[in-house]
């Protein structure tokens, strides 16, 4: 940089604008050009700030504890000026973003300048004042996002709660007892009950990819599509087409849902389909077993290849007794970790509802879930738990 060119440069900067041009020229002798290429680190957070730096050009970084938390390309920028002023370390890591061209002055240098130039110091809290304003902005700004945001989650939150069911199905020949609790404040997981003609109970219970305010809204659009589609036909297959579509036009990205959905009829029939849910669990009142309705299809929103494509789903059926025991959950449970890192896991579960099966679903569902926490001790849940105890009467 000429010399009349950067006398010209810093007479722009907030720095040196209240001195006339004539004295700026001793400001000239102490400045010192320098070129960084991209990605070079100026300093690092913690080193000692024995200069300040003027931008002349390209683009910096400001980074605090790994997270890059501003960056500037306006020319004339001033940074490194707090540690000279408060003798301290560094309170950021600078790094180029491009190529940057810097003009430098040290320490002694600028305290030199500013006893021969008291002007500085007006330039200095211009600076300071000006980067108060903005990160007062930043920071009004952050909070307007963040306010937004739990507005948005709390909407979200209540939107997942409404659509469960708001009663247990009670009725001769089935009662039920259901949960849902969210690992964080909006989770994927969803169950419903569906009151069908000719006195039949449907069950869905499905599991969203994912936790958030995006698997809320599928499993809503989920929920609103069976209600919609019972009307018409309720019949199995056609519930779980219209349910991949949701999954797979509607959803405005990559997304899939495990889920069941079983219709209890009242001549002793289960007529199910599980789409890569974990099996529904049927507990036979008369006898130790225990039968595994596993799943027959991908979860819904999985893509394919054209030659595995499912064009078509079928249900199939099994049969209820008296007593029997119906046990739908997701994985949040047989998953669900202690502090030594074990896996609660199905056969402990399956276990526990065996030794419970004769108490009604309400005291099962109380079982089930005190176990767990007790298993857990109190470490948090990385998964949404949902569950669903049915008893045939």
Not at 101 to 121: V, Y
Not at 224 to 251: G, L, N, Y
């Amino acid at each position: 940089m000429l010399e009349e060119e950067k006398l010209q440069f810093l007479h722009r900067t907030e720095l040196f604008s209240e001195l006339p041009l004539e004295r700026i020229k001793s400001i000239c002798d102490v400045t010192h050009e320098i070129v960084f290429p991209s990605d070079h680190i100026l300093f690092e957070e913690g080193d000692d700030g024995d200069s300040l730096y003027l931008l002349v050009s390209g683009e910096i970084s400001i980074i605090k504890a790994d997270t890059e938390v501003l960056s500037f390309d306006e020319v004339g920028y001033c940074f490194g000026e707090v540690a000279l002023i408060d003798d301290k370390p560094r309170s950021a890591t600078i790094k180029t973003l491009s190529p940057t061209r810097l003009l430098r002055i040290t320490r002694d240098d600028f305290f030199t300048a500013l006893a021969r130039e008291p002007l500085i110091g007006k330039g200095i809290f211009r600076v300071l004042n000006n980067k108060i304003r903005h990160d007062l902005e930043v920071q009004m700004s952050a909070i307007r996002k963040e306010i937004a945001q739990e507005e948005s989650i709390r909407l979200a939150a209540e939107v997942q709660q409404s659509i469960l069911p708001n009663k247990e199905i009670e009725n001769p020949y089935i009662t039920s007892a259901g949960y849902c609790q969210p690992t964080n404040d909006v989770g994927g997981d969803y169950y419903d009950y569906l009151h069908l003609p000719d006195e039949k109970i449907a069950i869905f219970i499905g599991d969203v990819m994912g936790h958030g305010f995006h698997s809320a809204m599928v499993a809503a659009m989920t929920k609103s599509c069976i209600q919609t589609q019972i009307r018409f036909d309720a019949s199995v297959p056609e519930v779980m087409k219209a349910i991949k579509r949701v999954t797979e036009e509607d959803a405005q990205t990559f997304i899939y849902m495990t889920c069941c959905y079983v219709v209890i009829h009242q001549d002793n029939k289960i007529e199910f389909i599980n789409a890569g849910h974990p099996a529904i669990l049927l507990f036979r009142a008369d006898s130790d077993e225990i039968v595994e309705l596993d799943s027959q299809y991908t979860p819904v929103g999985i893509p394919l290849p054209i030659e595995l494509i499912q064009s078509d789903y079928h249900s199939l059926m099994e049969t209820w007794n008296t007593g029997d025991l119906l046990v739908m959950y997701s994985d949040g449970i047989t998953e669900a970790i202690n502090g030594d890192t074990e896996m609660y896991g199905l056969e402990r579960f399956k276990q526990l509802v065996s030794q419970n099966k004769g108490l009604t679903p309400v005291e099962i569902k109380q079982r089930i879930l005190s176990d767990l926490n007790s298993f857990q001790d109190g470490n948090i849940p990385y998964d949404d738990i949902t569950l669903v105890v049915a008893k045939f009467g």
